[in-house]
């Protein structure tokens, strides 16, 4: 009997009932993001215990796919002109990345005695793929970086939701979407228009594809006042689980044994992140009219799907805090590489 559980739980397919069960686990204990923490937790927890468990195939992208979509209905006209005033804040805030993320690359250096790439690329708050890509084009260690960024994402949607509930921040902005009826008969263009924007942005090899596609296509419609329909309340969950899990699923049993210095360094530089995001945020809610939970939650090193869909959640600031997000892993995906060949240079220049 307890072999045949064991072999259901680790089927890829299996594996999304145990998951719902710590979702609604996640939800009796009144956690942030129940769909996606608990399952997270599950499979994570199983991976580094030695249990081969693996996420669907094609789940972290269709996950991904409905956050994407269900993020852009709340782009209203409204919402839009809104973002343009607090432009320079948006800006503002994804430009600090750089300079932020240098600071904990020289952590994860020091502390783990590694090469500057390695420890540059693993410490920009950027998409996984993207920052490992890049890398590669100048010798980092592409396994290790994919390690740290992986348990960047699970740290910080670990902490950062449970954190801001403690604090009593949620529904401090009244951001809603522009349809809150679901439609059966929109449903199909609201399905196709999410698609071609996933089609669309891969024909452009962008990584984000899966999430910024969907976020756009969906977006765009929405601002342009076209009805579409509200994204139903178990497809938005089923999204958050399928996240959850291939999050979960990206954990090896020697996650920590493989190189322990390097990944307690990469912990330490993702503390040092948060931290210093939140500074960013607390000074910048000193100019902006924006919530300071808000905030926080748009310049946190967390990914687009995860911080966006956090907001949601919480109902704090959705559209302004994936416009923070999405304007951060451009700069990044363009300034990355330019900013690493000035950082080495002025580091040799010093040491002459």
């Not at 009932?17 to 937790?41: D, E, K, R, V």
């Amino acid at each position: 009997m307890k072999s045949m559980l064991r072999a259901f739980a680790t089927h890829r397919i299996g594996l999304l009932l145990p998951a719902a069960l710590a979702a609604l686990f996640a939800s009796l204990l009144h956690l942030p993001l129940p769909w996606m923490i608990g399952p997270l937790l599950l499979v994570s927890g199983l991976r580094i215990h030695g249990l081969a468990v693996q996420a669907p195939p094609g789940s972290r992208q269709a996950g991904q796919w409905v956050i994407g979509a269900a993020l852009g209905l709340y782009f209203t006209p409204t919402v839009i002109s809104e973002l343009q005033r607090n432009a320079p804040l948006i800006l503002g805030l994804a430009a600090c990345s750089l300079p932020l993320g240098m600071i904990c690359g020289e952590l994860i250096r020091k502390l783990a005695g590694c090469d500057r790439a390695t420890a540059y690329f693993a410490a920009l708050p950027g998409g996984a793929s993207e920052m490992a890509v890049l890398a590669e084009r100048h010798g980092g260690a592409v396994d290790l970086i994919a390690a740290a960024h992986a348990l960047r994402v699970t740290v910080v949607v670990a902490t950062i939701p449970l954190a801001l509930t403690l604090a009593g921040a949620h529904g401090s902005d009244a951001y809603a979407p522009l349809v809150r009826e679901l439609d059966l008969q929109r449903m199909p263009l609201l399905g196709a228009a999410s698609l071609a924007g996933v089609v669309a942005l891969r024909s452009l090899g962008i990584a984000n594809a899966w999430v910024l596609g969907p976020l756009f296509a969906v977006g765009a419609l929405t601002a342009a006042g076209v009805p579409l329909t509200a994204m139903p309340g178990w497809l938005v969950n089923g999204g958050q689980l399928l996240v959850g899990v291939a999050l979960g699923a990206r954990f090896a049993p020697d996650f920590f044994e493989r190189a322990p210095r390097f990944m307690s360094a990469a912990l330490a530089s993702t503390v040092l992140a948060l931290a210093l995001g939140t500074l960013l945020a607390l000074l910048f809610a000193v100019v902006a009219p924006a919530a300071t939970a808000t905030l926080v939650l748009a310049a946190a090193p967390g990914g687009i799907a995860e911080m966006s869909v956090t907001a949601r959640g919480l109902q704090l600031g959705v559209p302004l805090v994936t416009a923070c997000h999405v304007s951060r892993v451009v700069l990044l995906s363009l300034g990355a590489s330019p900013c690493f060949r000035l950082f080495r240079h002025v580091r040799a220049r010093q040491r002459c």
